[in-house]
């Protein structure tokens, strides 16, 4: 590695840390005088609240905000760069734009194996940590879940409109049994609540069975039965829950609420699909940044800056609108995922090839 690679990678190494530094400080702070009246009234001391709870908040964004820090990292450095004239220096001796691109990559990409390994194990870790602080302390868990629709077993569907954890109370209650394509028994229920070791009590029950060619119906005030379900399967907080599993253990969900045919299993595809296209979102939007700041413009770093900005925020809008189009229509969730990718990627060409006219 030359003197000059090595100059690069010191260079862009404590842009991205100074760049870690200010948001973890600022965020940090900014979280700790709006939660202060929170963590007074549960009598927790300030060192309890950083190591127990900062300690895993701060690095839970850093983690989840990882590409577009190493994006902004790099075009505030390669601006600076510019700005002194360094980089007009480089190309007047010989260096083609490629091989001063060769660095940035390689800082990149160890970045980018770095938080591939974070997105599969740790961030999970910090969330998880996360989630049980806000829980305990600060009472941020969701304990209501509605319009859910769960398999079960092969055959056999329950769908059911409320559910709330605290009372252990569920409402409108269906259990529809199929042999077949047929419907041969259907249990309906004005409430049903949970008595533990998988059994439930319904209230309010009415029972239809079709016996040969005839309709049996059964009504009852109360009826004690066991269902092969708890309601921790009813997750009410399925996002944060999600991103306390391992890829392994998302995996193996996936897999179990396929089987159970739920409603949300895209979405569930989206969030694995996710970990794994962010790392390459770093190294697209790097070259991109560097690209683009590479050039020594009137307005200086500023410019540059706000160019990024731009492009950051434009990046996050049009990946929200193609998970939306994923959810919301038959659009597939792996291209949800990765079409911002593809387009920024097409830019990325297309300004790599603007900047080498120049």
């Known amino acids: 590695m030359k003197i000059l690679d090595r100059y690069i990678l010191r260079g862009l190494t404590l842009s991205w840390l100074a760049t870690l530094l200010i948001f973890a400080l600022i965020t940090t702070v900014w979280d700790i005088a709006e939660r202060v009246d929170d963590f007074y009234e549960n009598d927790l001391s300030m060192w309890f609240v950083l190591t127990h709870y900062y300690a895993y908040l701060t690095p839970y ?5 990882m590409p577009f820090f190493v994006f902004i990292a790099a075009v505030f450095y390669t601006s600076r760069l510019a700005d002194r004239m360094e980089i007009v220096a480089m190309f007047t001796g010989g260096m083609s734009f490629f091989r001063f691109l060769l660095p940035y990559m390689f800082w ?33 868990a969701i304990t ?7 398999e079960l077993q092969p055959g056999t569907i329950m769908l059911f409109r409320t559910y709330s954890m ?10 529809d049994q199929f042999n077949g394509i047929n419907l041969y028994k259907r249990t309906i229920a004005n409430q049903f609540i949970w008595r533990g070791d998988s059994s439930w009590l319904f ?26 379900v ?17 890829t392994k253990q998302l995996k193996a969900f996936i897999k179990e609420e396929e089987q159970r045919g739920s409603e949300k299993i895209k979405y569930y595809y989206i969030k694995l699909y996710e ?12 070259l991109l940044g560097v690209t683009i700041a590479s050039r020594k413009v009137r307005g200086g770093t500023g410019l540059h800056i706000a160019i990024g900005l731009a ?45 080498l006219r120049y």
């Open 203 to 228: 209230k309010g029950v009415f029972i239809r069975s079709l016996k040969s060619t005839k309709h049996v119906i059964k009504k009852t005030d109360s009826l004690l039965t066991i269902l092969p």
């Open 311 to 355: 492009i950051g925020f434009s990046y996050i809008f049009v990946s929200r609108l193609t998970t939306i189009l994923a959810l919301k229509t038959p659009f597939p969730a792996w291209l949800g995922v990765w079409l911002p990718n593809f387009i920024y990627l097409l830019v990325t060409a297309i300004v790599i090839l603007w900047r």
């Open 275 to 286: 970990r794994y296209a962010m790392p390459f979102t770093l190294i697209i939007l790097t």
């Open 166 to 175: 605290e009372d252990s109370i569920g409402y409108n209650l269906v259990i």
């Open 61 to 65: 964004f850093l983690i989840m905000l």
């Open 144 to 150: 209501w879940t509605d319009n859910t629709v769960l």
């Open 230 to 246: 708890t309601p921790e399967d009813f997750d009410p907080d399925i996002e944060y829950s999600i991103e306390a599993m391992t």
């Open 108 to 140: 990149a990409g160890v970045i980018a194996v770095a938080l591939a390994y974070s997105y599969h194990n740790l961030h999970p870790h910090v969330a998880r940590e996360k989630l049980r602080f806000e829980n305990e302390f600060l009472g941020w």
